[in-house]
T-cell receptor
Framework: AQSVTQLDSQVPVFEEAPVELRCNYS??????LFWYVQYPNQGLQLLLKYLSGSTLVESINGFEAEFNKSQTSFHLRKPSVHISDTAEYFCAVVNAGGTSYGKLTFGQGTILTVHP | DAGVIQSPRHEVTEMGQEVTLRCKPI?????LFWYRQTMMRGLELLIY????????DSGMPEDRFSAKMPNASFSTLKIQPSEPRDSAVYFCASSFGGGGGSPLHFGNGTRLTVT
């Protein structure tokens, strides 16, 4: 069984400040890791993913996350946030290979609120 | 690409009534997932299909819930009879290939309120 823990349920931050949303996971097998973002009244959208290779992955809107196998973490960071980044962010994990077929395990979510 | 389309966006019904939620996946996607989101339990996978065939329904809470996928472009999630504890946002998602690394594309959800 797998589990995902997002350590902060809410993160308030001022515009242009840096932010880190923390995610730890537990799994007995190799995993793929994802961050999804959910804007109000919308479904989740993929922000970035780690499958293999470089442990640092980036999104097109300035977010990045680093896979740390020894610490079983996949924290999400952005050096300077915008008002438009206000949303709920979900970390998710799935078995690498096997028959998991997209059967993601999601964390409880972190609400990022960016204040002017 | 219109994305995953769900209907209705909002549904308010009385306890005991039948509720049917609908989903049209992205054309060409061969996996379809139904999730439920609540404050208490977060996002839960209810059931998923591959090529219209149900693969894993272990997340369906009880026999009152059923899901069908009669063809590649349409799926339904039915609750009969509905109960107040079924109130939640129900999401449909689809993906191509289904391997663990295939990203899910979510619809905007159906917000169900059972009074």
């Amino acid at each position: 069984a797998q589990s995902v823990t997002q350590l902060d349920s809410q993160v308030p931050v001022f515009e242009e400040a840096p932010v880190e949303l923390r995610c730890n996971y537990s799994s007995s097998v190799s995993v793929y890791l994802f961050w999804y973002v959910q804007y109000p009244n919308q479904g989740l959208q993929l922000l970035l993913k780690y499958l293999s290779g470089s442990t640092l992955v980036e999104s097109i809107n300035g977010f990045e996350a680093e896979f740390n196998k020894s610490q079983t973490s996949f924290h999400l960071r952005k050096p300077s946030v915008h008002i438009s980044d206000t949303a709920e962010y979900f970390c998710a994990v799935v078995n690498a290979g096997g028959t998991s077929y997209g059967k993601l395990t999601f964390g409880q979510g972190t609400i990022l609120t960016v204040h002017p | 690409d219109a994305g995953v389309i769900q209907s209705p966006r909002h549904e308010v019904t009385e306890m005991g009534q039948e509720v049917t939620l609908r989903c049209k996946p992205i054309s060409g996607h061969d996996y379809l997932f139904w999730y439920r989101q609540t404050m208490m339990r977060g996002l839960e996978l209810l059931i998923y299909f591959n090529n219209n065939v149900p693969i894993d329904d272990s997340g369906m809470p009880e026999d009152r819930f059923s899901a069908k996928m009669p063809n590649a472009s349409f799926s339904t999630l039915k609750i009969q009879p509905s109960e107040p504890r079924d109130s939640a946002v129900y999401f449909c998602a689809s993906s191509f290939g289904g391997g663990g690394g295939s990203p899910l594309h979510f619809g905007n959800g159906t917000r169900l309120t059972v009074t």
